[in-house]
């Protein structure tokens, strides 16, 4: 079983990340292998100036040897540049009051009012600072290590935006461009849309207001059978939906074609399966989908066509232009608190969105094919391709 955990405020010294479970003998280097998502989550058009104080970059305290795992859990260390502009503020020592940088004009749609009321907090920056999205740093670190568990069995990855502020930019998919969407300040195929949502996305910092949209992640290469039919907990469209829900700002995920299968008959919906023989497509013999509207999940188990999961990201919550609110020291009205943020993150979401969904994907591999080496796994993963495909 793969098992994460974070700790870490937004402007404290560090973020902490345990993974648990991760076979031995994984290479895994965090300049080479981590570092890159790291960065490609920090980036997209629309981000706040905070990312320009921070450089992620993660350093293996633990579980690593030589350049490979060893089996134990690994522990990561990811700092915050910008803690030397707070390291008073957020002293874990006692004193400090009266309180420097206290928030009370609690954010509508942010954490802070009911994080404030359950954890009893009036200074509402003691929920925000946990609850801010720089805790999805934590995630993609931990998610690059699922990747390149996944990637050792011949699993590829791809994160995407395919619609910002309202304007779509699918564009299609094209797994021999990935490169291209590192190159794009949207991480979107679709270059002719850029210049519409950028103009989009400068009239919403203009105007103090935020923006949302749709990302993609994508794998192939997924072998059949991962997750499973028989117990709620176990199907795999549930876990990643669950573990996808969990991000700061998404409302809403989709497998597959999802909410335009809900208005379409049955007859437009499933994908019907064919055979493809050794004999005629050496090194392809197996089952397909003629189509891929369920998005590579059936009954909760991973049917080997590519997965798709798709999330919708609400509207960053900190308003230049603040909406209004209360004051909990007051119970005034009050105009919500302006902080430092971003005008949109949707490239950077689609980031954590491929980390989660690889964080699930690798557990349902352990499962399925869980073993203490990489060895092992890869070895069964192979055997398990083979006793599919003449099924
Ligand atoms: C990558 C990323 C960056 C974000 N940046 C900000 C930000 O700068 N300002 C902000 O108010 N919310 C930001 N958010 C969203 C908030 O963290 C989120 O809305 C808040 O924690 C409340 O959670 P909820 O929206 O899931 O209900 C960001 C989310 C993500 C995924
Ligand atoms: C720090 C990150 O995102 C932050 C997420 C965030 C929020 O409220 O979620 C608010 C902003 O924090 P700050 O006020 O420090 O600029 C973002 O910058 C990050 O993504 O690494």
């Known amino acids: 079983m793969l098992r994460f955990f974070s700790a870490g405020e937004s402007h404290g010294p560090a973020l902490t990340v345990l993974l648990d479970g991760v076979p031995a003998g994984l290479a895994l280097v965090a300049s080479e292998h981590i570092d890159p998502w790291l960065r490609r989550r920090q980036g997209g058009y629309g981000r706040g100036r905070r990312m320009v104080i921070e450089s992620d970059c993660a350093q293996i305290l633990a579980g690593v040897r030589a350049g490979r795992t060893t089996g134990a859990p690994i522990s990561l260390q990811i700092e915050n540049r910008d803690w030397r502009n707070w390291s008073e503020i957020m002293s874990p020592l006692p004193g400090g009051e009266p309180r420097k940088r206290a928030l009370t004009e609690a954010r509508p749609g942010h954490a802070d009012l009911t994080g404030g009321i359950k954890y009893g907090h009036k200074d509402l920056r003691d929920v925000l600072e946990r609850a801010s999205a720089r805790e999805t740093a934590s995630r993609v670190a931990a998610g690059a290590i699922a990747l390149r568990l996944l990637e050792t069995v011949g699993v590829q990855a791809c994160a995407r935006v395919v619609a910002l502020g309202g304007i779509p930019c699918d564009g299609g998919m094209d797994w021999e461009r990935l490169s291209d969407l590192d190159e794009s300040p949207l991480r979107t195929f679709d270059r002719d849309a850029e210049a519409a949502i950028i103009a989009r996305i400068d009239e919403a910092k203009r105007s103090g ?39 700061q700002a998404i409302k809403a995920v989709e497998i597959g074609d999802g909410w335009a299968a809900a208005g379409a008959p049955g007859s437009q919906v499933h994908d019907p399966i064919g055979y493809r023989s050794a004999a005629e497509h050496p090194g392809e013999a197996g089952y397909y989908r003629q189509s891929n509207r369920a998005g590579g999940l059936e009954a909760g188990m991973t049917t080997g066509e590519e997965l798709v999961v798709r999330a919708a990201m609400k509207p960053i919550a900190t308003l230049m232009k603040p909406l209004p609110t209360v004051d909990v ?28 969904s690889a964080l699930i994907l690798a557990d349902a591999l352990m499962e399925k094919f869980g073993a203490d080496t990489v060895r092992e796994i890869t070895e069964r993963v192979a055997a398990h391709r083979d006793f599919a495909s003449t099924f």
């Open 329 to 356: 020291l007051t119970h005034e009205a009050a105009d919500a608190a302006r902080e430092r943020s971003d005008t949109t993150a949707v490239p950077a979401a689609s980031i954590v969105v491929l980390a989660m």
């Open 209 to 247: 207001d935020t923006l949302g949209g749709v990302v993609e992640a994508r794998f192939r290469g997924l072998p059949v059978g991962l997750g499973s039919h028989t117990q709620w907990d176990r199907k795999l469209d549930g876990r990643l939906a669950g573990a996808v829900m969990s991000i």
